[in-house]
T-cell receptor
Framework: AQSVTQLDSQVPVFEEAPVELRCNYS??????LFWYVQYPNQGLQLLLK??????LVKGINGFEAEFNKSQTSFHLRKPSVHISDTAEYFC????????????FGQGTTLQVKP | NAGVMQNPRHLVRRRGQEARLRCSPM?????VYWYRQLPEEGLKFMVY????????ESGMPKERFSAEFPKEGPSILRIQQVVRGDSAAYFC??????????FGSGTRLTVV
C-alpha cells in the first residue's frame, strides 16, 4: 500500500523568505509524485510532477521539488515567497501507470506574512 | 478548451434527501475520478470511471453512494439519504489515457 506524510500542518514564513514543505512517501512499487496547490474555495492546481528522469523538477510559480529515492522524499521549495503563495499545498503519489488513483497527504498550510 | 466543470458549486441538502453531483470532463478526456475532501483533511479517492465503466471503486462507501459516466453526458456522483457526515467538498478530475489529471473546482455539499 502507498501512503504520503506531510510533516508540517502549518508553515508560517515572512514574505521574500525561502520555504520548504516536506513530503515523505512509502510505496512498494515505482511511483509518480505530485505537488498540488489549493487556494481557498477552489480546486487543486498542479504545481509540478515527477514521472522519471532528472530528480530536480521545476514547476509553476517558481516552485521546485527534488525526488530523493533513498530517503523516500519529495520536498517542495521556493527561494522567495510572495503573499500570493498563501494556500494549502498537497503532496500526492500514484502508481507507475499514472492513470490510477492519487494518494494525498494531509496538506500543509503555507502562511506568508508581510 | 474549458476545464473540468462541476456543478453545482454549492449544494445544501436536508438529512435523508438525495444529492446529485455532476462533472463534465475536459474535451477529449475519457477518464474521470472522484475525490472527497473532509474538513481539515486531504483528498481521499472514491472512484475511477471510464465511459460506461467503473474501473476502480475501492474508495466508495458500500452503501448510499454510486457513480456513473454514461456514453453521453456528464459523470454523476449520487448520494442517497444523505447524513451530516457526508458534508464535504467533492472534487472531480479528468485525464486523457495515460496522462495526468485536471481537477474541477469542486462541489461543496452541506447537509443540514
Amino acid at each position: 500500500a502507498q501512503s504520503v506524510t506531510q510533516l508540517d500542518s502549518q508553515v508560517p514564513v515572512f514574505e521574500e523568505a525561502p520555504v520548504e514543505l516536506r513530503c515523505n512517501y512509502s510505496s512498494s512499487v515505482s511511483v509518480y509524485l505530485f505537488w498540488y496547490v489549493q487556494y481557498p474555495n477552489q480546486g487543486l492546481q498542479l504545481l509540478l510532477k515527477y514521472l522519471s528522469g532528472s530528480t530536480l523538477v521545476k514547476g509553476i510559480n517558481g516552485f521546485e521539488a527534488e525526488f530523493n529515492k533513498s530517503q523516500t522524499s519529495f520536498h517542495l521549495r521556493k527561494p522567495s515567497v510572495h503573499i500570493s503563495d498563501t494556500a494549502e499545498y498537497f503532496c500526492a503519489v500514484s502508481g507507475s501507470s499514472n492513470t490510477g488513483k492519487l494518494i494525498f497527504g494531509q496538506g500543509t498550510t503555507l502562511q506568508v506574512k508581510p | 478548451n474549458a476545464g473540468v466543470m462541476q456543478n453545482p458549486r454549492h449544494l445544501v441538502r436536508r438529512r435523508g434527501q438525495e444529492a446529485r453531483l455532476r462533472c463534465s470532463p475536459m474535451k477529449g478526456h475519457s477518464h474521470v475520478y472522484w475525490y472527497r475532501q473532509l474538513p481539515e483533511e486531504g483528498l481521499k479517492f472514491m472512484v475511477y470511471l471510464q465511459k460506461e465503466n467503473i474501473i476502480d471503486e475501492s474508495g466508495m462507501p458500500k452503501e448510499r453512494f454510486s457513480a456513473e459516466f454514461p456514453k453521453e453526458g456528464p459523470s454523476i456522483l449520487r448520494i442517497q439519504q444523505v447524513v451530516r457526515g457526508d458534508s464535504a467538498a467533492y472534487f472531480c478530475a479528468s485525464s486523457p489515457a495515460g496522462e495526468g489529471y485536471t481537477f474541477g473546482s469542486g462541489t461543496r455539499l452541506t447537509v443540514v
